[in-house]
């Protein structure tokens, strides 16, 4: 492993890179079948649609997409970040990545990108150098709409769209997106710094005459009809919080090097199933956002072999909207995969249901939480998990409830 000895100014800290990873911000699948991905992320999970980019009305890509009936992608979102989850054609991606544009997505690739949150608009510029100077691919520098987030994006070495962003979106009670004539403050390149405030930026559209309130409005179509813990929902959960990412990867050094050394990721904890080793990283205080398995485990486990994408997690409220997400998603005709604890420490209950491409979403209420001495909590004092028999409640533990802290109301 290589390791930089440069220190670097993170807001007056010096650190061995000149950015931090503050959390998972967004995530995202490629998908062919696009209909019935919708219908699950939106309908059956409950992201809601922030925004719908057809790419076949972008200049310069239209063209290239011409065989394509459906150009649309659509971001999501569970809270007020412009998008949580995007959903893209494959078909599209493939053309978008063979024009120069963004988006990962080649071959067992099928995440569009895996999307980290820094600090401040500094760290991405200085972070776009740091990853040139240690000779990690970057497919681009600049900000993006929708979204508004400035962003670079480097690749992990088996393709894997990385993205670190300062800035997304905001979205208000009234669930508008930002409009399409404020997309003017796009930037195709590196942005020279300072840039001016997003509240000047508001102050300028207003100026020019542009009507604020005239973008994207995501409304919820289906009937609130499940009490959940005192709130009437279409679906009898909510997700307060997306993540971890668990990724297949083809060489583990080579992966370890990339997460650790360059994006700055800590190592929680190892465990070993079927004899593979499995790596559990954190960028903050939860147990891990990303984990790393070796790749000959997909076919052992007997996960889908079209993609690289272990699983994407997503933790619902509470332990009861978790029982009640698994029951209402097998209702639904989702199929869930058993799978062994080694590949969740940290979590307790998790239940694994496939989407309509067989990319597998981890569902849980609950991940430990990790204090200053970066110390999990022991094996011996984890809470014994039947994977078959799910009590209806469960005694609290020392940190249950810690990570639940969704912004606004559930629904
Ligand atoms: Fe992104």
């Not at 930002?178 to 003017?184: A, F, I, L, Q, S």
């Not at 011996?380 to 028999?389: C, S, T």
Request: with cysteine; proline share 6%; hydrophobic share 35%.
């Amino acid at each position: 492993m290589t390791t930089t000895q440069k220190q670097y100014s993170v807001g007056g800290v010096l650190l061995e890179r000149p950015f931090k990873i503050r959390r998972l911000g967004h995530f995202g699948f490629n998908s062919d079948n696009m209909a019935q991905a919708v219908h699950f992320y939106r309908d059956l999970l409950g992201f809601w649609e922030s925004d719908v980019l057809d790419f076949k009305g972008i200049p310069g890509l239209g063209e290239k997409l011409a065989h394509i009936e459906d150009g649309r992608g659509y971001f999501f979102t569970h809270g007020s970040d412009h998008h949580a989850f995007v959903l893209f054609p494959r078909n599209v991606m493939d053309a978008f990545v063979a024009a120069g544009g963004g988006g990962g997505g080649q071959g067992e690739v099928t995440i569009n990108q895996i999307t980290w949150q820094t600090g401040a608009l500094a760290e991405v510029v200085n972070g776009a150098r740091f990853f040139e100077e240690q000779g990690i691919g970057i497919q681009r520098v600049g900000r993006d709409m929708p979204g508004s987030n400035w962003h670079v994006y480097p690749y992990d070495p088996d393709g894997h769209i990385n993205e670190l962003y300062y800035g997304i979106e905001q979205i208000d009670w009234t669930r508008r997106s930002k409009p399409r004539e404020m997309y003017y403050r796009m930037f195709h390149e590196e942005p020279s710094l300072p840039q001016m405030s997003e509240e000047a930026e508001v102050e300028q559209a207003l100026e020019r005459g542009i009507d604020i309130y005239s973008g994207f409005h995501g409304v919820e179509t289906l009937p609130a009809q499940y009490d959940v813990e005192g709130v009437l929902l279409p679906r009898p959960f909510k997700i307060t919080k997306i993540g971890p990412v668990n990724l297949f990867v083809q060489e583990m050094d080579a992966a370890l090097n990339f997460y650790v050394n360059h994006l700055g990721f800590t190592v929680t904890e190892e465990t070993e199933c079927l004899g593979y080793r499995l790596y559990f990283l954190r960028s903050g205080a939860e147990h891990h956002s990303l984990a790393l398995f070796p790749k000959p485990l997909r076919e052992k486990l007997g996960c889908s072999s079209h993609t690289t994408s272990a699983s994407f997690g997503v933790e619902v409220g509470s332990y009861t909207q978790l029982r009640d997400a698994v029951a209402f998603l097998k209702e639904h005709g989702v199929e869930f995969k058993e799978l062994p604890p080694e590949l969740h420490p940290g979590i307790d209950y998790a239940a694994y249901g496939a989407d309509p491409d067989g990319h597998l979403i981890q569902l849980y209420y609950y991940m430990e939480q990790i204090g200053w001495s970066g110390q999990p909590r022991p094996k011996e004092l984890r809470r014994p998990v039947a994977v078959a028999d799910w009590p209806e409640t469960l005694e609290p533990l020392s940190d249950t409830y810690v990570d639940q802290v969704f912004q606004g109301p559930l629904g």
